[in-house]
């Protein structure tokens, strides 16, 4: 459900992103720190990548069926088929950093649900999350999912309506925070870690975080 949450609120971004300009006098650009980059946010949350690759995929696999009606079910039914032929081009999808973004531990663990029979509700659900990555009528998946446009407005934009009050750290560490208190160890993640309402409203983080080499997220002011 959490996740579910935030990919809802990357949707919104998405589409504030869309209807919306950075420049100086945008309140969303304003908003961020003066040392926000959104392509360094984006390498420490690949999440939102992940969200927005998959969402063009489903955009262009929709115009897809739009372009060929009843036919496409079919077309897309043997694509799915010629897109898990290949496993080990699926799994390297799945694995790349700048496409799906997993471990390969994760993978692992994913796949053998295909190994089951195919009447598998566990089989059908994996293929259903892989095919995220597939688009139809496409013979290199990969090179395609790698071109994806970075719509860096909208990653920003989530920082503003979602990462910035859920304690997101949006940068690096620098080697003088080192050892500036841990956010795990800060009051505030124990009020969001557990549902609590106060007053009846969200409880949001006021701070700012960095995350050091060893992925620990770091308060900075």
Known sequence: MKKLHQYMMILVA??????????ATDPYAEALPADFDPAVYMA????????????FVADYN????????????????????????????????????QIGAHSAE???????DLALPDSSSAKKKTRNVLAEYNFVGVADDATMLLAVPVDYQ????????FGKDH???YRVC??????????????IAQEQSVIK????????DPGYYCRDAAGIDRLIR
Request: aromatic fraction near 8%; charged fraction near 15%.
């Open 14 to 23: 998405g589409i504030l992103g869309a209807c919306s300009s950075m420049s």
């Open 44 to 55: 420490l949350h690949p999440e939102l990548r992940v969200r927005q690759i998959k969402d």
């Open 62 to 97: 929709s115009q897809v069926k739009t372009n060929l009606g009843s036919g496409y079910t079919a077309a897309k039914n043997a694509d799915d088929d010629a897109f898990f032929a290949d496993m080990n081009a699926v799994m390297a999808i799945y694995t790349h950093p």
């Open 106 to 112: 994760e993978w692992t663990a994913l796949s053998a």
């Open 154 to 161: 909208a990653i920003s934009q989530q920082y503003n309506v």
């Open 167 to 169: 304690g997101w750290a």
């Open 174 to 187: 620098l080697p003088e925070e080192a050892n500036n208190t841990p956010r795990s160890m800060l009051p």
């Open 197 to 204: 309402e106060v007053d009846g409203a969200f409880v949001a």
